[in-house]
Every structure is written in C-alpha cells, then in structure tokens.
C-alpha cells in the first residue's frame, strides 16, 4: 500500500508576499530560521522547517500578538488555495467552518475539531506534535484567521465569545481588541469559541457555481488521501500527538481509530509491522525533529517522545544513532551552519 508522509507541508500561497507587504524580507527570515535560502521557493517543507520558518517571523515581527494580526488581516483572498478559496465562497459561516473543518485533513500539520452545543460552537486545535513545539504566533494566526473568515464572508464585525491559547501569546489586550472578547493563556488547549447564532449569517461572497467545480475535485483529493494513509501511519501520526502525555497504549491509539486493540494489531500485521515497531520509529523520528530544536534541553526532550527518565533516553538513542543526543545534535547544528554559510558565500550575501 502507498503510504503518505504527514511531515511535507506546503508553505501558503503568497506566504513571503505576505512578509514583504509587512516589511519583512524572505531572506531575512530564512536566516534567522537557520535555515538555507534555497528554502523560500521550496514548494513543501518539513514540520521542523514550517516551525522554524514561522518562529522566525514571530521573532522578527516583534509582539506575538502584533504579528499574528497583521499578517491574518493582510493576507490576500487571491493567493488562497482551492482548499481555502472552498470556504471564503461558502453559503454561510457555518458551511465556511464544516468545510474548513473538513478539507483541512490535506493541510498538516493541524486537524480542527468542531462542535456545536447550545449556544456556542467551540474549534479546536490540534496538532501532529505537541503544541509546546509549535510557535505561539502559528497558533494564533490559525485561530485568527477562522474568525477572519467570518468576518470577511458575512461582511460584518464578528467577536467570538472566548479564545483559549496554551502559551503565552504576547500583548493580550491588543488579542482581545482582535477577537472581540476576553482572552485566556496558558490553558490546556487552544480553542475558539464562536457565537452559535453567527454561523447561520449568509455569506456575501457564496458563488455557488466555483463550489458545484471545486467540491467534487476537492472531495476526490480528500479520498485519495484517505486511501493512501496506511494505518501505520495514522498510528504514528497519533502517537506523536500524544508522547507528552506518556507513553501511548494500543488501546487508547485503537480507541482514537475507532477499532478495538485486536483489530489494530492484526491490521499492523498485515502490513508487516507492530505496535511496539511503530512506537520506536515514532520516538526515533520526534526526537531528531526536537534535537534539532536547541532551545529544548535533552531533558525535555526526553519528556516530549514519552520516556520518564533520561537514561532510558540516551540508551534507546545509542541504539537509533550510534552517538549520544548531545553529540549528534552537535553535529547536526554545525552541518546546517556550515551549509548556510556556503550557500550565502555563493550567493555573495553577507
């Protein structure tokens, strides 16, 4: 079975035009991102990439919160992706959200997770690795840009009715001027709380004849992705959302499948692998994403792929890499510098 990789992320269409309209020069952020220039054209880039380029932004944009506005309330309805523009001509904000909801599954590496009740209907943000490794400022604009959409489709000033980040998020006075409502950090999930009512508010820009085109190709897409996920990697996808909180058990991976342990272990067989494999390849790969991230210390990056103590750690990494995590993330921090520096000396810019 053809397998999809969850780790190549398409960079958003007018992304760096984005930047300029802000001041900001591509270069500059693929710098401060530590990463080479050749970067801004690649059509895809890895998770730890997509980090580092938004990280970068963040940092050369000053205040979270500033950044995280500009550039959700800049950015172009032209440059949006079929999987965007989908939304933007929706009947109404709530068939703008379903479908965002929906076709976000081709966009990694975020799932939203929305439920109406009463009142209110709450999003939530999930994402493939642990929301501690992910940029504030990522967080922010995601959550921003689903109100955004409402705002833009229905022609009027909508507020949510709560907004909930997991990390700090800058000048939160300045986010809730922006939102419309009151603003809470450091709480367990990052969720966006809508008023039910506005999501029956017809939208101005509905074309009904671009979605009769765009669905059915949009709807394909989607099933072609489905099929093509083996159910190895739909395990490690989960396992790898979930190594802060332990170690994953089948079980609760099974449950979040929708299929008892039994089944998920058979299915795992028929593709020559097992739980335990897949479990070891899922830490083997996180933690070289998180090495490569020198603001964690070994310590937490232990934590991050589930072991509770830092021996453990080290020895499962001898087996993976022959080296000790300090050494390789050594290595690998002065290879990256070393190809930055040769590609700006071919480029002569200093």
């Given at each position: 079975?053809?397998?999809?990789?969850?780790d190549r992320?398409?960079?958003?269409p007018g992304?760096?035009?984005?930047?300029r309209q802000?001041?900001?020069a591509s270069h500059?952020?693929?710098?401060?991102?530590g990463?080479?220039?050749?970067i801004?054209s690649?059509?895809a880039?890895n998770?730890?990439?997509?980090?580092?380029?938004?990280?970068?932004?963040?940092?050369?944009?000053?205040?979270?919160a500033?950044g995280?506005?500009?550039?959700?309330?800049?950015?172009?309805?032209?440059?949006?992706?079929p999987?965007i523009?989908a939304?933007?001509h929706?009947?109404?904000y709530?068939?703008?959200l379903?479908?965002?909801?929906r076709?976000k599954?081709l966009?990694?590496?975020?799932?939203l997770?929305m439920?109406?009740?009463?009142?209110?209907?709450?999003?939530?943000?999930e994402?493939?690795?642990?929301?501690?490794?992910?940029?504030?400022?990522?967080?922010?604009?995601?959550?921003?840009?689903?109100?955004e959409?409402?705002?833009?489709g229905t022609?009027?000033?909508?507020?949510?009715?709560?907004?909930?980040?997991?990390?700090?998020?800058?000048?939160?006075?300045?986010?809730?001027?922006y939102?419309?409502?009151?603003?809470?950090?450091n709480?367990?999930?990052?969720?966006l709380?809508?008023?039910?009512?506005d999501?029956?508010?017809?939208?101005?820009?509905?074309?009904?004849?671009?979605?009769?085109?765009?669905?059915?190709?949009?709807?394909r897409?989607?099933?072609?992705?489905?099929?093509?996920?083996?159910?190895s990697?739909m395990?490690k996808?989960?396992?790898?959302?979930?190594f802060s909180?332990?170690?994953?058990?089948?079980?609760?991976?099974?449950?979040?499948?929708?299929?008892?342990?039994?089944?998920?272990?058979?299915?795992?067989?028929e593709?020559?692998t097992?739980?335990?494999?897949?479990l070891?390849?899922?830490?083997?790969?996180?933690?070289?994403?998180?090495?490569?991230?020198l603001?964690?210390?070994?310590?937490?990056?232990?934590?991050?792929?589930?072991?509770?103590d830092q021996n453990?750690f080290?020895r499962?990494?001898?087996?993976?890499?022959?080296d000790?995590?300090?050494k390789?993330?050594?290595?690998?921090?002065?290879?990256?510098v070393?190809?930055?520096?040769?590609?700006?000396?071919?480029?002569?810019?200093?």
């Amino acid at each position: 079975m053809k397998t999809h990789s969850f780790d190549r992320i398409k960079m958003p269409p007018g992304f760096w035009e984005g930047l300029r309209q802000l001041g900001i020069a591509s270069h500059d952020v693929a710098r401060k991102a530590g990463l080479p220039l050749t970067i801004i054209s690649e059509p895809a880039v890895n998770t730890a990439q997509y980090y580092a380029i938004w990280q970068a932004y963040s940092d050369l944009a000053g205040d979270i919160a500033q950044g995280m506005i500009k550039l959700a309330t800049i950015y172009d309805v032209t440059k949006y992706p079929p999987t965007i523009l989908a939304t933007y001509h929706a009947r109404d904000y709530r068939d703008a959200l379903q479908r965002m909801v929906r076709y976000k599954q081709l966009c990694p590496p975020d799932t939203l997770r929305m439920i109406e009740d009463g009142e209110e209907c709450t999003i939530d943000l999930e994402w493939l690795i642990t929301d501690q490794s992910c940029p504030p400022l990522l967080v922010g604009i995601t959550l921003a840009f689903l109100l955004e959409l409402g705002r833009r489709g229905t022609g009027q000033y909508l507020a949510a009715r709560t907004v909930e980040f997991s990390q700090p998020m800058g000048d939160v006075q300045v986010l809730e001027s922006y939102f419309g409502c009151h603003i809470r950090t450091n709480a367990d999930r990052n969720r966006l709380t809508l008023h039910r009512r506005d999501l029956d508010r017809p939208f101005l820009t509905y074309n009904e004849e671009l979605l009769e085109i765009l669905t059915p190709a949009l709807d394909r897409t989607l099933l072609e992705h489905q099929g093509n996920c083996s159910v190895s990697d739909m395990v490690k996808w989960i396992m790898k959302r979930s190594f802060s909180g332990g170690r994953p058990d089948v079980q609760t991976v099974a449950k979040e499948l929708g299929m008892s342990d039994r089944t998920l272990q058979r299915r795992l067989t028929e593709e020559s692998t097992s739980f335990n494999h897949l479990l070891t390849q899922a830490r083997h790969e996180q933690a070289l994403l998180y090495l490569a991230d020198l603001s964690l210390d070994i310590k937490e990056v232990a934590f991050l792929i589930g072991y509770e103590d830092q021996n453990s750690f080290y020895r499962a990494f001898r087996a993976w890499e022959g080296d000790t995590p300090a050494k390789w993330r050594s290595e690998h921090a002065e290879a990256q510098v070393n190809v930055e520096d040769t590609l700006s000396d071919r480029l002569n810019i200093h």
